[in-house]
């Protein structure tokens, strides 16, 4: 009848309407939890590309430091393919620091290598112009410069207050500094801003303290470092807005980042009521970075079942078929998640017990060996100072070093990044009780894709024991030797058939040098052969 019609009618919409509010439910959920995964991988991808960038300055930097002397053929050898390679990368340049009464001399210096040059500054009306007399010169000398992009040889940085004021902070701490954002040249509409990274050169004095011989320099467009970070993800319409949260509110803005599939204006306003934005805060040199991500209309979810909430209410009858599939799909999603993340913590696990149970040590440094990315617990056996104080203070290890070994142990490092293969290396370490123990190492260079050392890796074992007991059977033996050849007796050694070996002293007709291999039975009667 009609009212069992209804009564079925009424079930099967309050039925479809509750799945439908129940599936709609999860599926929204899994698309927030899609997004934070995004977020993240963004996050990631972003931080490493300015990472990436920021390494070619520690290299530069690392360049300055360990050759004598650098010309502007082997400037360019070394920046020119960093800066075609890494987009981003406007230039990187060698900043000498110049005294006023240098001035003349280092413009004719300069002069030899890049014909007419001087040192430059900004005037407002005549654009470049022959820098004024102050106490204190910061001029570009050399400069790797990207295409498209205007080089600044001669220009006087230090007249720039925000590069200035990164200078002195980088000069104090002796590390990487960065300066707020900087208006980049040529761009109007929509503004683009860039960064200066600079890392001090320092140089001994003749009384051991160190001072500042100039700056390793580089400059970088947000915007490029951002799209090629970008660039190699898929594009599922999330856009990040980078922030310098090191600076005033009114300055922190550094780039909006529009996703590929955003058909709008990328610098629309930001924070809409109702957006799902996730922030995040990472280091870049001596300032702390922020990101922001957002969905963009646009944004494309990897969820299959998306329109299953309107196919449930339109057919209800495929409810259960619907929601099972679903359900089961989403169980063996996560049994796979489950198992992926047991078989890390077994790796991990397992790679802890093996570096912590060990007596070797097992380490892990960056290129520039500024810090211990990890270093096991043989370590402290052998140096007896704890890892946390290592990881606080990475100077300790080269400082446990005998003095001797020191420079041994310096030129090994820098040729493993010049040759592919490992490198071993033997020195002695000096403990704090003053004790002594030998320690053979072996380093290992590794590579990114572009064939570039980023990490070295090694391990390290204590062979003291093995070194003293080389050495005491070294005495042993020439102590042994000594008593044999000073002996007044005659001593000789043979073997099985009667063959001598050695013969302490020459006999009437056998000298001791040509006894080796001399039957010994010439020298006794024959009757006393056979015996």
Partial sequence: NNFSIGVVALLGVIGSITAFSHLYQQIESRRLIEFEWLTLERHRALQRGVERGLEAVTTLHALFLTADEISVGDFHLFGD???????????????????????????????????????????????????????????????????????????????????????????????????????????????????????????????????????????????????AAMAVLEPRGVELLIQDESSPPEQRFLDVHSSRLHLGDPLREWGHPGDLQIKKEFPVADRIWSVTSAMVPEYR???????????????????????????????????????????????????????ETVNEVFWAVPVDRSRFLYISYGFERIWRIPRQELYAHPELFFK??????????????????????????????????????????????????????????????????????????????????????????????????????????SLPGLSAERAAGQDSRRLFPPELWDW
């Fill in 81 to 227: 393919p960093v800066v075609a390679r890494i987009p981003g990368i406007q230039s990187l340049a060698w900043v000498p620091r110049v005294g006023h009464r240098q001035r003349v001399a280092f413009e004719a210096m300069a002069g030899r290598e890049a014909p007419n040059f001087e040192i430059l500054e900004s005037s407002l009306d005549k654009g470049k112009v022959r820098a004024s007399e102050r106490e204190l010169y910061f001029p570009v000398l050399y400069e790797s410069v990207a295409a498209g992009v205007d080089p600044n040889v001669g220009f006087d940085v230090g007249t720039l207050p925000e590069v200035r004021e990164a200078m002195e902070r980088a000069g104090e701490s002796g590390h990487l500094a960065l300066t707020g954002r900087l208006l980049l040249p040529g761009v109007e509409k929509p503004p683009r801003y860039g960064v200066l990274a600079v890392f001090p050169i320092e140089i001994a004095r003749a009384d051991r303290s160190t001072e500042v011989a100039g700056y390793a320099m580089g400059s970088f467009d947000i915007a490029k470092l951002a799209e």
């Fill in 301 to 355: 979810s990897g969820e299959a079942f998306a329109q299953g909430p309107w196919l449930v209410l339109v057919g209800g009858i495929l409810l259960t078929a619907i929601l099972s599939s679903y359900l089961y799909a989403n169980r063996q999603s996560l049994l796979v998640r489950l198992r992926m993340e047991t078989e890390l913590r077994e790796r991990e696990e397992m790679f802890s017990q093996m570096t």
């Fill in 400 to 505: 446990g070093l005998h003095p001797e070994d020191r420079d041994g142990y310096e030129a090994a490092m820098r040729q493993l990044q010049k040759y592919p293969g490992p490198m071993e290396i033997d020195y002695r370490v000096v403990r704090r009780d003053g004790s002594l123990r030998w320690v053979h190492d072996s380093a290992f260079p590794v590579r990114d894709a572009y064939g570039w050392v980023y990490r070295i890796v090694g391990f390290a074992e204590d062979v003291t024991e093995k070194v003293l007991v080389e050495q005491a059977l070294r005495e042993s033996e020439q102590k042994l030797r000594a008593l044999f050849n000073q002996s007044p007796d005659i001593l000789m050694t043979v073997d099985a058939e009667g063959r001598i070996l050695m013969l302490n002293r």
